[in-house]
């Protein structure tokens, strides 16, 4: 269906009905499904690794051959710094025979003293079925905290404590975070179109978006194996609303553009929805087709993330180039009350930037000296990268929330009273014939500090050895002496021995991030350029625009880092850099996007410094308040309490404010004045000056001089 014909449905004085129809079906069938989409949620991707890792390929040999290693593990640990008593040890054999309910098999690991006589600790296999195991986890939880005799500290860790503190911690934040992000959105409108009701009709287009988008991953998660963990349905609200209002500024703002120009509201909302068409539909697919990259990355949770994102993204698209307009159409020009736009019939010969005073001082300022302005603004940008000196990449995981917890507390206890990696030692799994060897080979590595007695499996064919570590299970001593023991286990002649556990986990997760980053990042860049290109019809000008968005990635990682650094989160999670750079890209070039479709369709009617000056001025106010919507609307997973978000959180934030801010409004403009018309080559406007195809603008001499 052409763009005429796609106007004229919601803009139409039947279609618009018709279309208002469609979405209250649409939303009866959609709000109960999108309800149930907690149901669908696994988490489990969260952790996983792809089947031909390591660490994978021993946890699948450990389950196949001793079934008892799929339960995770509760460690309750002891301390008292004087040295435990008496009553500390009465209170540990009282828990070990309380706790034997919840232990699947009834079996509780006798309790293991510390060489300083200060700590005790125990361990139980809890449920392998996930609600049983968060009852399990949080009546232990319940235990400890029940009459401690005063000064022992006891705390919960271990496999099991460490999920259900996550899943605790999250206990109701999609309800928060929802808000939050409402509330901010309305605020921010409230702001912008100064209106006691035009706030109100973006806001309730993107929860009808919500909804739509909430139930069709409901859907493919039930019925097409789509996974969904509780990260992806978070990304999934942040998008769906942080986008979602981006098209809604940039429609509405053309929309009460074309009123000026016609009487008939509904003229000029099937104008303003010809005319934005292009822009937006670019924006979304570049969104889309970018998050559907992570499609080749080989992290099960960073691969699932991205259909889950570009369902959100085709939701909102969907609902602002139907729903909203349908909506505007139908209640009228009032809505903008008090600023109501009125039909002008000299609209079209009227100086458009007008009323943008302080964009067309901008616009001067950059007309006046461009190279200058562009140079400082690189200049700018450049030195803000030089703060990512102050990140680092690999997130322990005592510093993975950013409140203390059980699990979190307990790590640091054991660490302090027994060899670092007893918590989570590493496991090998090997032939038994082999086992002797295994054994010897595994006790020579540097940073092992114990190699206990190889267990058969009761096939007979396979043994399982427990090497504890001497340092931290996420340290990077830790890794190093993972990377010992694979080689030397390896040597072993028959062995076929493979070394899992926590810290093996986490080594291969850095390697297979470090992958990902290496094939998603590239694809995203061309996937980018390819979109660019179609939408402009230019070589040069996407370029441009790839340039300064890895310019822009760059500075937000560097100004991020400061912040992040003040906040006490300077460490990122391994899968933090790839995601972000993704959101800065596919996201930051939206407002790129917005400004050169509008310089294209100016330079074709009255040349090209005065069209590019033309669309700096009239699109600045909207593109700068659509920029600060999204950047607060990441803001918003601020008040999630893991680290990881909080992270996600500023870096995109900052990047695209400063995308909005300096790139859009200073770098780009003063960069395309530069070149001038090469800016468009090879195209058409490259070529010749094109000829006016309507009346031309009154004389702007403050723009065109």
């Not at 996550?166 to 605020?187: C, E, I, K, P, Y």
């Not at 038994?432 to 595994?442: F, Q």
Request: charged share 15%; net charge neutral; proline share 6%.
């Amino acid at each position: 269906m052409s763009p005429q014909r796609l106007a004229g449905l919601p803009s139409g004085r039947r279609g618009r009905y018709a279309v208002l129809l469609f979405w209250l079906v649409l939303l009866a069938v959609a709000g109960p499904l999108a309800l149930k989409l907690g149901d669908v949620q696994d988490n489990s991707t969260l952790g996983a690794l792809p089947a031909g890792a390591e660490s994978s390929r021993a946890a699948q040999r450990a389950a196949d051959a001793f079934p008892e290693s799929r339960r995770q593990l509760a460690i309750a640990v002891y301390v008292r710094d004087t040295g435990l008593t008496d009553a500390d040890r009465a209170r540990v054999d009282a828990d070990r025979a309380a706790f034997a309910r919840y232990a699947e098999g009834g079996v509780v690991s006798p309790p293991v003293p510390a060489a300083d006589g200060r700590a005790l600790l125990f361990s139980l296999p809890v449920s392998m079925d996930e609600d049983r195991r968060a009852e399990a986890v949080g009546a232990l939880k319940d235990r400890l905290t029940d009459g401690a005799p005063p000064g022992l500290r006891i705390a919960l860790t271990g496999d099991a404590a460490a999920e259900h503190d996550v899943f605790d911690a999250f206990g109701g934040m999609d309800g928060a975070l929802l808000l939050a992000t409402a509330l901010t959105v309305a605020l921010l409108l409230l702001v912008t179109y100064r209106s006691p009701v035009l706030w109100l009709i973006p806001l309730l287009a993107v929860g009808a978006a919500n909804q739509l988008a909430g139930a069709v991953v409901y859907l493919l998660a039930k019925h097409a194996g789509l996974a969904v963990d509780f990260q992806s349905q978070t990304i999934l609200t942040v998008l769906v609303f942080g986008v979602g209002v981006d098209y809604a500024l940039l429609l509405i703002a053309r929309y009460r553009e074309e009123l000026r120009r016609h009487a008939d509201r509904h003229r000029a909302m099937a104008a303003a929805l010809r005319r934005s068409y292009g822009a937006v539909c670019a924006s979304a697919a570049t969104v889309a087709i970018g998050l559907l990259c992570l499609l080749a990355a080989d992290l099960p949770a960073t691969r699932g993330l991205g259909p889950v994102g570009a369902v959100g993204i085709g939701a909102a698209l969907l609902a602002m180039t139907t729903l909203l307009p349908a909506v505007l159409v139908l209640l009228g020009r009032w809505l903008f009350w008090p600023f109501v736009p009125r039909y002008s019939a000299d609209a079209d010969t009227r100086d458009r930037t007008a009323d943008h005073g302080g964009w067309r001082r901008v616009a001067n300022l950059v007309a006046s000296r461009p190279r200058a302005v562009w140079l400082g603004t690189a200049a700018v940008l450049v030195a803000l990268t030089f703060g990512i000196g102050n990140l680092s990449v690999g997130l322990t995981d005592d510093e993975s929330f950013t409140t203390e917890v059980g699990s979190v507390t307990g790590q640091r206890l054991i660490a302090a009273h027994y060899p670092g990696g007893s918590a989570a030692p590493a496991e090998i799994l090997a032939a038994a014939g082999a086992a002797d060897r295994v054994v010897a080979a595994a006790r020579a590595v540097p940073g092992v500090a114990e190699v206990a007695a190889p267990q058969r499996s009761a096939d007979g064919r396979w043994v399982r050895v427990t090497a504890v570590l001497a340092d931290a299970p996420d340290s990077d001593a830790a890794w190093d002496a993972v990377t010992g023991l694979r080689a030397a286990v390896h040597a072993v002649p028959g062995a076929q021995a493979v070394v899992g556990g926590r810290t093996a986990t986490l080594l291969d997760e850095r390697r297979t991030v470090d992958r990902d980053n290496l094939v998603v990042i590239p694809l995203v860049l061309l996937v980018v350029l390819a979109v660019l290109v179609l939408l402009l019809r230019s070589l040069v000008a996407p370029l441009l625009l790839m340039a300064s968005v890895v310019l822009s990635f760059a500075a937000a990682m560097g100004a991020a880092g400061l912040l992040l650094d003040a906040m006490g989160h300077p460490r990122l999670f391994v899968g933090v850099p790839l995601q972000t750079f993704l959101f800065l890209v596919a996201l930051g070039v939206d407002y790129t996007i917005f400004l050169m479709t509008r310089a294209r369709e100016e330079t074709a009617l009255i040349g090209h410094r005065p069209g590019v000056l033309r669309a700096l001025t009239v699109t600045g106010g909207v593109i700068t308040s659509a920029g600060i919507v999204l950047a607060a609307t990441f803001g918003s997973l601020l008040v999630l309490p893991l680290v990881p978000s909080v992270q996600v959180g500023v870096i995109v934030a900052v990047g695209i404010l400063l995308d909005t801010l300096l790139v859009r409004s200073l770098l780009i403009p003063a960069l395309t004045l530069d070149l001038g018309v090469r800016t468009w080559w090879p195209g058409r406007l490259s070529r010749r000056s094109p000829q006016p195809t309507s009346p031309p603008p009154a004389p702007e001499p403050a723009l065109t001089a």
